[in-house]
């Protein structure tokens, strides 16, 4: 009986964001290098002569379906929870926008990817984000709920 693996695939993407209402630096509009570690886990293919065969998923599918539904969509943008100034200028001339409606904390983001990567059918375990070289978070897939993450939707400004 074949055990099960974990198997992990590592991406990156430079966006920007801002938290309004941060009590420090961060709610400057600033700028990360994020690090996204998606950990898929799963009993490898017993299937001879398959070119699966040992794999729990091929590397080269794991990028490519979290890079087109995922990777590119968030990277070069501004990350946004629809309450920073600077939204309106951003749109009006054309500059890259991930709309994302919740606070852009490593917390958030990292609970909305790994949705996201639940909801295309991968057999996620877990993701972890780095935001910088010493800060992460980290997300069991098994502790996302179905309906998704519950965050606190943005309405008036988050400053208050
Ligand atoms: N729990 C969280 N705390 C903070 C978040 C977050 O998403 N979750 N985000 C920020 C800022 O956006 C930014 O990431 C700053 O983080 P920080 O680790 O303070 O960055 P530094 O450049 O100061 O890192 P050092 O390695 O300590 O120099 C703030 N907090
Ligand atoms: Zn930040």
């Not at 009590?23 to 898929?40: A, D, F, Q, R, W």
């Not at 309106?88 to 990292?110: I, P, Q, Y």
Request: proline share 4%.
């Amino acid at each position: 009986m074949m055990n099960e693996v974990s198997v992990c695939k590592i991406f990156t993407f430079d966006a920007a964001h801002q938290l309004i209402g941060h009590k420090g630096k961060c709610s400057n509009l600033h700028g990360h290098t994020y690090k996204l570690e998606v950990v898929l886990k799963g009993k490898p293919l017993v299937a001879e002569g398959h070119s699966d065969e040992g794999f729990v998923i091929d590397f080269s599918d794991i990028k490519s379906s979290v890079q087109q539904s995922l990777i590119d969509r968030l990277d070069h943008a501004f990350l946004a929870m629809g309450n920073e100034p600077v939204l309106e200028t951003l749109r009006s001339t054309g500059s890259k926008v991930a709309l994302l409606s919740f606070r852009t904390t490593a917390e958030n983001l990292s609970s909305y990817i790994a949705h996201e990567l639940k909801l295309m059918g991968l057999p996620l375990h877990s993701v972890k984000l780095w935001e910088t070289p010493t800060s992460w978070a980290e997300v069991l897939a098994a502790e996302v709920p179905g309906e998704g993450p519950a965050y606190r939707l943005h309405g008036g400004c988050d400053c208050e």
